[in-house]
């Protein structure tokens, strides 16, 4: 008799320690963010809300989203509580009657039927109204970090429950889904899914279907030329949402830390929520303007030059062009990003925990960001020939 293998995945004892360790880390920061911990050196204070969450954490965070967004998708802790529900009864559904448990009726088959189609519009949604909430209360008040953290915990492990493996958080409506999906047009590393493995009829499937053109079934960069060449997934509204984000993404990113370093300063005198929202708004437009010209651009240039352009018979010089264009505002993302972000690990966090000093510290700030550009010019230079024609995708 055939033994069958005790894991259902390579390495799945050491993927579940990694997880394991990050939801220790998040619990840690969780609590020195409601107690407001603080580390006390000769040298300064490092705060636990500000400086451990909300910097290196996060910056963490995004680092490994641009680098392997599936590595982040494999070990995020919030993922992990998204499938509490999936690890501890569904899986077993799944492996007893196959993919049709992951079936639902009545209004929740409704209410699932939409988030597997317009997951990421939710997604944004929820990002482009979070972020800049940071700068109006959760940075000044620890406390509202913390329940925003417990918040976005509970609606994760009730998703889950509510809605087959990922459909009803990852893959939908949690507000990193859009950020993931936006890095993950070209990602520098592929690592594999290894979170939504079922034992059926003898043999173990890596996927049971929970969400529409998911970016976790093959790999995002898969999902994303699929928007582009498949009249199915082409001309959704979660695709236009998906292209919006990419488009407005360096002008939200530039808009959230101008505000945060107070280089830009809302005028005392207007209402401050409204203003930020405004700022941040105008910001994305600008952002996305060029964009949404350079596309329109291609277009009538290749509808000129190059044939027809319709989504039954895609262009390979159009979509090629249309590529180039989200790998280069991907990437324009990441950088200004680090700019700032670093500036802060590097220039205020780092020489408070050890002893360097600030010409040390400037050094190894400006290393960090032109290692990071020359990285993203090469990932960028990767992947620039893709295309819809055969065999021209990377396998990243
Ligand atoms: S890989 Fe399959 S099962 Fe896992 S989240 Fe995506 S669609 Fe759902």
Excluded at 104 to 112: A, V
Excluded at 231 to 253: E, N, S
Aim: aromatic share 16%; proline share 5%; charged share 15%.
């Amino acid at each position: 008799m055939r033994e069958r293998p005790k894991q259902r995945y390579k390495h799945a004892y050491a993927w579940n320690a990694l997880r394991a360790f990050l939801v220790i880390l998040i619990f840690i920061l969780f609590l020195g963010t409601l107690l407001d911990w603080k580390i006390q050196t000769a040298r300064g204070i490092i705060m636990f809300h500000d400086d451990l969450f909300w910097s290196v954490g996060i910056g963490a965070m995004v680092l490994t989203i641009y680098f392997a967004p599936m590595l982040w998708r494999n070990i995020c802790p919030l993922a992990t509580a998204n499938l509490l529900y999936f690890s501890l009864f569904h899986r077993k559904k799944l492996e007893v009657i196959g993919a049709s448990a992951n079936t639902l009726h009545g209004i929740r088959g409704k209410i699932w039927q939409f988030l597997r189609k317009n997951g990421t519009a939710i997604s944004a949604v929820v990002f482009w109204a979070i972020v800049p909430a940071r700068l109006i209360f959760f940075n000044e008040n620890s406390y509202a970090t913390a329940i925003l953290l417990l918040v976005i915990f509970s609606a994760a492990i009730i998703m889950g429950i509510l809605f087959p493996v990922k459909s009803g958080w990852c893959t939908s409506i949690c507000p990193v889904n859009a950020v993931e999906k936006t890095y993950g047009i070209n990602p520098a590393i592929r690592v594999k899914n290894h979170r939504c493995h079922y034992r059926y009829n003898g043999t173990v499937l890596s996927c049971s279907g929970c969400t529409v053109n998911c970016i976790d079934t093959i790999s995002p960069k898969f999902s994303y030329w699929k928007t582009q060449t498949q009249k199915a997934f082409h001309d959704t509204f979660d695709t236009k949402i998906r292209r919006l984000f990419v488009a407005t993404f360096p002008g939200f990113i530039l808009a959230f830390f101008t505000l945060l370093n107070g280089l830009i300063l809302p005028p005392p005198e207007a209402p401050r929520v409204f203003t930020i929202y405004v700022i941040v708004g105008a910001f994305m437009v600008l952002s996305a303007i060029p964009y949404y010209l350079l596309k329109h651009f291609f277009f009538a240039f290749t509808t000129a030059n190059n044939g027809e352009i319709h989504i039954e018979k895609p262009n390979d010089f159009y979509a090629k062009r249309k590529h180039r264009m989200d790998i280069i505002y991907v990437a324009s993302c990441i950088n200004i990003f680090m700019l700032f972000a670093a500036n802060s690990v590097f220039m205020s966090i780092f020489p408070v925990l050890f002893p360097v000093s600030a010409p040390l510290a400037r050094l190894l700030y400006a290393t960090a960001l032109i290692g990071l550009l020359i990285f993203s010019i090469y990932v960028v230079k990767k992947s620039w020939n893709e295309g819809i024609a055969p065999n021209s995708q990377k396998n990243s």
